[in-house]
Structures are given as structure tokens and as C-alpha cells.
């Protein structure tokens, strides 16, 4: 099996082993299984002389690349496939393996020292890891957030305090990684209370052993994307998600239902305050704390009356913001990304398109609660004018593509306005059909009275 060939199965990699599948100077390996990795590997693919691994992928990403199976959390298999096809650029999809330190494992393996790796090492994606670390790292270098207080079963009737002092809503924080659920925001005063005990009692593990509690920031949220090499960085395009999983952001919350890019109110005078008051300190930060980060910072911003703060940062791209974004980046990420990694980031002309991106996410009946998976998906071959990015998706014995995830599969397009981009993402996620797919209606709603 060569890659860049269109191939429906993925790679057992193991049965290979021994034989040399390709040597060419972009073997590039996407970890992760998502629709951010499939608009990544999408993206990478058009890169000349490039040939796109993704481990271990979904139906989606064995269209432009090979899909080989092994899990982002094996870093000895990643290293022996790196070792043995060759591998030059690693780029990491996730939080987690970033968090587990797998960059620090690249650098600290003399056979590896040839491998470029995106993701900041394991101190740096404690930016992501945790929101104790966040908050202490944006005191300390003078990033606009919100004002905290971090309490454990130590200080408990301090928290308490903290809780009376701000104005409901309530916003509590788990420390760590909680897979996106970690966030409560409360109303009441007494169930907050109630709340922060069964947090701190485990209620997510032991990523709320410490929980961050947050006055509540008014306005409205952009994703922002820096790529660093340390040294240097650029403004990748900026896009706004939509959280909900209903349309006018009722309901519960979700990876992400949706994206636009770019955002009408993140206008050139906003996004200069975004680089002076956020990012340059931000790395500046970064370079005092002796960390070494090439990769990418993900900036969750609140736009309060033009000024911007920080609700979280991320130490990867956005899901479903990247299937918008890459749409949007002209020229070569591969060129990008190998600069980044060798810290030449200044040399290499990097430029966004003008068009405005529209991304709709279809996702499975039930979710973001339980769901059904093994759902045969039809219309995708008949899709015009779009882009689709499948976000949970796999083969089944018959080689039909079924669903595989919550979120299923997003579709990206473009026009010169957000109401022609959503024309014609709607238009064609109409031709999309499995039992229990369903997908907001107003993703850009929002922007377009805005613009
Ligand atoms: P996070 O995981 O930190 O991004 O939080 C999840 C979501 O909670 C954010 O996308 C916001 O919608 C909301 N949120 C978090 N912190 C705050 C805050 N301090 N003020 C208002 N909303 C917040
Ligand atoms: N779309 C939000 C995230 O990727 O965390």
C-alpha cells in the first residue's frame, strides 16, 4: 500500500514492518482521529511531494492520506513508525498527548533527533493542562483574564468567600483535563456552593481536586490562533464556534457544532490588541519560564466592548474551528510547519484567503449525551462546492462509510459573505443522511447581523 494513493483500509502497520513503504522529503505523520486531523491532513496533502500518515485517522483522512493504525498515546509505536517510514514532521492533533509529554520524548531520543515535532513541550501544554497553571502564567506576565480564586478541600471556606464577593454567574473550573466538560457556569449562589463540594469530592476525577473559580466575563468569544516557533509567530485566521447544541445556543454544551472565519467584529484594530495585550506577552512569558514552544496556541478569546481577555488557552488548533481555518490558510502548511519546527518562522510568507468560511458540523442523534454508533452515511459522493471533513467516522466489514463519533462529519464553504458561505454549506449538508444525523441551522446567523 503506497501512500497518497486513495485507500479505504487503514495500514496494520505491524504486517509491514520490515518493508519500506516510501522515502520522499515530506513524510508527514497527523496524530488523532477527528475532523480538526482530517482538515490538517487535508491541508498537509496539498503540500508537493508530501505523503500524509494519520494515526490512527477515520474514513476521512484515508482520502488523502493513510490512515495507520496506532493510538496517539503509544509513543514507542509512533516512534518505530517515525524510525521506519521516515518520518519527517509529526504534527500533534490533540491536547492530551501534549499534556503526557510526547514532544519531551522526541527530544529526549537521540533516534528521533531528525523528526521534526509541532506541540509545545510537556511545562508548555500545561497552558492547556492546567487552569491553575494558566491562571498563575497570565497573572504573572500581565494577560488580561478574568479574576480568580483557586481552591482545594484546603481552603474551602475561602472559595466560599470568593463565590459571595462576585456577581452570579458563577463560573467554576476543574483544574485539569476533563474532556471538555470541566466547566460549570451556575446562577445560584447555593448551588455553586453545592457544586464546588462534589468537584472537589471528585466529581471529575482528580481533575477537580483543585477547581478554579472565575468571575464571569460579558461579550462575545472568538478562537484566535498563533503558530510560534519560540521566537517568531503568525496569525493564523481567526474563527467564532458555536458550543450549544441547539440553534440559539440552547441546550447542552458540545465540542463545538460549527465555525466562521473570518469574524467580522475581530477587525484590524481589535486583533492588534489581541497580538499586544495577549500574545507578545504571552510568549514573551513562554521565553522567560525557559519554555520551548513550537507549535500552535489556541487564544479562547471573550471580546468585552473591543477589549480582549483570555478564557482559556489550548496548546493545539480548535475543533470544529480548524476545518474553517484551513480552508483559509493559501500556500504550503508543510513549508509553514517545518519552518516553525526549525524556528525559521520570519522566513516564510504565509498568507489568508479573503473568502469567508462557513462550517457545519452534523452530529449523531443523542448527542452531546449517548448516541449510537455503526450508522451507514449516504450522500457524500454527490457533495459540490464543499469540503467535507469527517470527524467520526469509519469502514464498516462492507466498506461503507459509518458513523463512528457525536460529531460526525463537518462541511466547509466558502463565499465573499458568511450568507453565501452558509447558502451553500446548508445546500449541500441536505444531501447528507444517516439515521438520527441532525446539525444546527444557525451557525453565522450571529455575524451576519453584524456585518
Ligand atoms: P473553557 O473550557 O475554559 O473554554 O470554558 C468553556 C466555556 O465556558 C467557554 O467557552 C465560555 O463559553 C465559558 N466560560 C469559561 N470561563 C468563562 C468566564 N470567566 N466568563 C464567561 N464565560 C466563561
Ligand atoms: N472548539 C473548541 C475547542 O476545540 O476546544
Redesign the pocket.
Known sequence: MYPGEVQKETLDWKAVQGQHITAVRKNILVLGSGGREHALAWKLAQSEGAHVFIAPGNAGTAEVGVNVNIKPSDFKAIKDFCLKQEINLVVVGPEQPLVDGIVDFFKGDAELKGVKIIGPDKQGAQLEGS?AYAKDFMEKYGVPT?KCFKVNKDNLDEGYKFLESVEA?Y?L?ADGLAA?K??L?INDLKEAKDELCQMLDGKFGAASATVVI?????GI?VSVFVLTDGEHYVLLPEAKDY?RIGDGDQGL?TGGMGAVSPVPFCTPEFLNRVEERIVVPTLNGLKAEGIDYKGFIFL?L?NNGGNPYV??YNVRMGDPETEAVMTRIEGDLADLLMACADGRLDEVHYAKSEKTAVTVMMVSGGYPEAYKKGMIMSGLDNLKDVVAFHAGTAFDDDKHIVTAGGRVIAVTAHGDSIEEARDIAYREMEKIHFEGGNYRHDIGLDLMRMQ
Do not use: Y
Request: hydrophobic residues 40%.
Open positions: 487552569k478574568a454567574p463560573v473550573k471538555g470541566g466547566v457556569i472565575e468571575e464571569f466575563l460579558k468569544e458550543k454544551n479562547g471573550m478564557i482559556e
